[in-house]
């Protein structure tokens, strides 16, 4: 069956502190994957996709996220937090195309002072 | 920048009542998914639509859901007759290459 996994249900950081959000996938075939974030109040905006080529993916904000096929992973990173980045992230994969996406729960980022 | 609209932003109504959930895609997307998040859990797909018509749905889009594009910008959600369970965040999105997201209707149904 389809899924996404994220590991950490709730993360809080210091400003500053480097950021790695887990994210591991089961699907067969072709994969696109996709982080997601969602702002307090605010809809779900794309941060950054992997279709092919480069597994290593940038994104808005600073964040990157690398395609590992071998672990079926595909986590976030970011060298250093901001407050602003308190947010909700959500992994999601698809098999290209018009497929619908597979999401995982989402990781909550509280980022403190 | 271009955004999916959805409408409205929070509905109540009462167990047994039709709902409409609303939607405009970004004008010059082909493809148009419904999504929902009940509180504390994954989002779940929906239905997808596609030249007016559903492409893929899912367990959760059964007969008490349906889908209508019913003039060139709006792409509507009904259920007919709500449940409890049905209380939910909602979520249009629209494609061109990569989905992008509606803010959502919150549904509640007492």
């Known amino acids: 069956a389809q899924s996404v996994s994220q590991h950490n249900h709730h993360v809080i950081l210091s400003e500053a502190a480097s950021l790695e959000l887990g994210c591991n996938y089961s699907y067969g075939g072709t994969v696109n994957l996709f982080w997601y974030v969602q702002y307090p109040g605010q809809h779900l905006q794309l941060l950054l996709k992997y279709f092919s080529g480069d597994p290593l993916v940038k994104g808005i904000k600073g964040f990157e996220a690398e395609f590992i096929k071998s672990k079926f992973s595909f986590n976030l990173r970011k060298p250093s937090v901001q407050w602003s980045d308190t947010a909700e992230y959500f992994c999601?994969?698809?098999?290209?195309?018009?497929?619908?996406?597979?999401f995982g729960k989402g990781t909550r980022l509280s980022v403190i002072a | 920048e271009p955004e999916v609209t959805q409408t409205p932003s929070h509905q109540v109504t009462q167990m047994g009542q039709e709902v409409i959930l609303r939607c405009v895609p970004i004008s010059n997307h082909l493809y148009f998914y419904w999504y929902r998040q009940i509180l504390g859990q994954k989002v779940e797909f929906l239905v997808s639509f596609y030249n007016n018509e559903i492409s893929e749905k899912s367990e959760i889009f059964d007969d008490q859901f349906s889908v209508e594009r019913p003039d060139g910008s709006n792409f509507t959600l009904k259920i007919r007759s709500t449940k409890l369970e049905d209380s939910a965040m909602y979520f249009c999105a629209s494609r061109a290459d990569t989905q992008y997201f509606g803010p959502g209707t919150r549904l509640t149904v007492l």
């Open positions: 999601a994969v698809n098999g290209g195309g018009n497929t619908p996406l597979v």
